[in-house]
Nanobody, 120 residues
Framework: QVQLVESGGGKVQAGTSLRLSCAAS????????MRWYRRAPGKLRELVASVTSGGSTNYADSVKGRFAISGDKANNTVYLQMNSLKPEDPDVYYCNIGVVFPGANPEDYWGKGTLVTVSS
């Protein structure tokens, strides 16, 4: 079993920064990708950023130039540096990690979410 623990959320003012962390533990053979999603109340969850095991990153248009994702393979941890936060940046951020097991398809695991509130 794989567990994900997120941290770093909080309440900040617009224009400031936060850094989210997500640490994975358990029976992890290897990780093929790490992602951050977010969801505002009443809206669908959206992909914010992703990083592959090879280091390739991808970002939602709404966060390009403001957010940066990075992965620490040695510690099975993914980070999301969020700069220039806006009041419209949605509330709950979830990490997602694709875990590879020998002889099986990769499986996705989710954290429980961490709340980010941005006030104007």
């Amino acid at each position: 079993q794989v567990q994900l623990v997120e941290s770093g959320g909080g309440k900040v003012q617009a224009g400031t920064s936060l850094r989210l962390s997500c640490a994975a533990s358990g029976s992890i053979f290897s990780i093929n990708a790490m992602r951050w999603y977010r969801r505002a109340p009443g809206k669908l969850r959206e992909l914010v950023a992703s990083v592959t095991s090879g280091g390739s990153t991808n970002y939602a248009d709404s966060v390009k130039g403001r957010f940066a994702i990075s992965g620490d393979k040695a510690n099975n941890t993914v980070y999301l540096q969020m700069n220039s936060l806006k009041p419209e940046d949605p509330d709950v951020y979830y990490c997602n990690i694709g875990v590879v097991f020998p002889g099986a398809n990769p499986e996705d695991y989710w954290g429980k979410g961490t709340l980010v509130t941005v006030s104007s």
